[in-house]
């Protein structure tokens, strides 16, 4: 069973209710609905929905770093607005946060928001340690190599694995597969597959 871990921290206003601000279980983060109100204060960042906005965000984003994950690899988000006249002013601040590819999103109008907020923003994302981060720093070796042999040695690493491993990290150029661990010096793929033969 994979370990379901809660995520805390004081860069963002603590939990209102029974519920965490966020929950870590697998590759995943689960970021609860962020209001616009400054952890330190507790008051909302401001009357417009913009000034809301960026500090629910922020608290986002505070939120995702003590989880160990980032905005660059959030998953979807979901906009609750009050009012959806407010969306335009609420677009152009979100677009600032995100880069392409931009996560998958839906926007929810409200009847009301807790504390009387004007809109709140949840998130699910990857974290940094995953082996499906878009960046590519870490790969899930599993649709490439079927088995693995250590060259120093008669022993398989993982063989016949079909679920992955973290033992590999893709090249800047992303034409190879690289040995992420220092203690191994060199490593061979001994059945081809996708295209890859080798990697060193």
């Known amino acids: ?8 921290t004081e860069q963002a206003p603590a939990a209102i209710g029974p519920y965490s601000q966020a929950i870590a279980c697998g590759d995943l983060i689960f970021v ?3 209001l616009g109100i400054m952890p330190a204060s507790g008051e909302f960042a401001g009357e417009s929905a913009a000034a809301q906005a960026e500090q629910a965000l922020r608290n986002l984003r505070a939120v995702l770093e003590a989880g160990g994950a980032d905005l660059r690899h959030v998953l979807k988000t979901t906009v609750y607005l009050a009012d959806m006249r407010d969306f335009p002013a609420v677009n152009e601040v979100y677009a600032a946060f995100f880069a392409p590819p931009f996560p998958a999103r839906a926007g929810i109008a409200a009847a009301a928001l807790p ?8 998130a699910v994302a990857l974290l940094n340690d995953s082996p499906h981060r878009r960046d590519g720093r870490s790969v899930l070796c599993k649709a490439w190599f079927a088995t693995y042999r250590f060259l120093s040695g008669a022993r398989s690493l993982l063989p016949g694995h079909e679920g992955g491993c973290r033992l590999f990290r893709r090249s800047p150029d992303t034409s190879q597969f690289v040995c992420a661990r220092p203690d191994v010096r060199k490593v061979s793929c001994i059945q ?9």
């Open 115 to 122: 504390k009387g907020a004007l809109l709140e923003i949840d």
């Open 1 to 8: 069973m994979r370990k379901i871990r809660e995520v805390r």
């Open 32 to 34: 609860s609905g962020q």
């Open 192 to 200: 081809k597959v996708g295209g890859y033969r080798q990697v060193t």
